[in-house]
């Protein structure tokens, strides 16, 4: 159970500074731009929506990991597609965005956990 509780506040963290960080280093400046599809007020909300939203869906991974109950499979599915979602970070954008670390280490843990 320990290591689901790792990887839950590894989840949590990675939702946390991708809302904190995504909004100051990417949402804003992109949103200043105002040029092109970004002129429109509704396109500019759902950009904003869709970013936060994200984190949100990170968050539920996290409880969803550290819940009591939830069966393995569950866990597993969420850890590899955390895990694999870092790793395809890491090659696509050749390890120089540091978030393929933080997605495939809770990744990571929770399949230490599954399979502990």
Same mark, same amino acid.
Request: glycine share 4%; no cysteine; hydrophobic share 55%.
């Given at each position: 159970m320990t290591w689901l509780w790792l990887s839950a506040a590894a989840m949590a963290a990675?939702?946390?500074?991708h809302s904190r960080l995504g909004e100051k280093r990417m949402v804003r400046p992109l949103l200043a731009l105002n040029a092109g599809?970004?002129?429109d007020?509704?396109? $500019?909300? &759902?950009?904003?929506?869709?970013?936060?939203?994200t984190s949100v869906l990170m968050l539920l991974?996290?409880?969803?990991?550290?819940w009591p109950g939830t069966p393995r499979a569950v866990v597993a599915i969420i850890g590899g597609g955390w895990l694999a979602t870092g790793l395809v970070n890491a090659a696509y954008l050749?390890? $120089?965005? &540091?978030?393929?670390l933080f997605l495939s280490t809770a990744g990571a843990l929770a399949l230490i956990g599954v399979f502990a």
């Open positions: 990675t939702a946390f500074f599809v970004t002129t007020p509704r396109i $500019r909300r &759902i950009i904003r929506f869709a970013w936060h939203a991974s996290a409880i969803t990991v550290a050749s390890g $120089r965005h &540091i978030v393929w």
